[in-house]
C-alpha cells in the first residue's frame, strides 16, 4: 500500500511539475508575441517626395522609420544624399546648382519647417517634400 501512495504521489508531482514547465513556455511565448507587436507598433511609414519645381514629380517612396527618427536619418538610409555640412544639397545625384541658383528645400505635410533636417522629428504617415527649385 505505502509503494502504491508513493508511486501515486510521485506521478501527481511530475504532472505538476510538467504543467507548470508548459505554462512557463506559454508565458514566454506570449512575451515574445507582445516583443514583436511592441516593435512593429514602433515601425512607421513616411512618404518621400521628390519634385522639380514643385509640379514634376521625380520620385515619391513610402519608406519605414522609427518612432524618434529625423527626416535626416531616414534620408540618408534610403536615398544617396550629397552634404554640405548638415545641408542636403544632392539627392539621388540632382545636385544643388549655384550658379542657375536651383536648390533643394522641403516641406512636411505641405507646411514649410523652420528647422534642418536633422532636427525634424517624424511622426507616422507625414508626407515629405523634397523641392529642387530655382531660388531668388
Not at 524618434?68 to 531616414?74: D, N
Not at 539627392?91 to 505641405?110: A, C, M, Q, R
Request: proline residues 0%; charged residues 30%; aromatic residues 10%.
Amino acid at each position: 500500500m505505502k509503494k502504491y501512495l508513493l508511486t501515486l504521489l510521485t506521478i501527481f508531482t511530475l504532472a505538476l511539475a510538467g504543467c507548470a514547465i508548459g505554462q512557463e513556455n506559454t508565458e514566454n511565448n506570449q512575451n515574445a508575441g507582445e516583443t514583436q507587436e511592441e516593435q512593429q507598433q514602433e515601425q512607421a511609414e513616411v512618404t518621400v517626395k521628390l519634385t522639380k519645381d514643385g509640379e514634376e514629380v521625380i520620385s515619391e517612396e513610402t519608406v519605414e522609420f522609427e518612432e524618434g527618427e529625423s527626416i535626416m536619418e531616414v534620408m540618408e538610409r534610403n536615398f544617396d544624399l550629397t552634404l554640405d555640412g548638415d545641408f542636403i544639397v544632392g539627392i539621388d545625384g540632382v545636385e544643388s546648382d549655384t550658379e542657375n541658383s536651383y536648390f533643394w528645400t522641403y516641406t512636411v505635410n505641405e507646411e514649410e519647417v523652420m528647422v534642418g533636417a536633422k532636427e525634424y522629428i517624424l511622426e507616422a504617415d507625414d508626407v515629405v517634400q523634397f523641392n529642387y527649385a530655382k531660388w531668388e
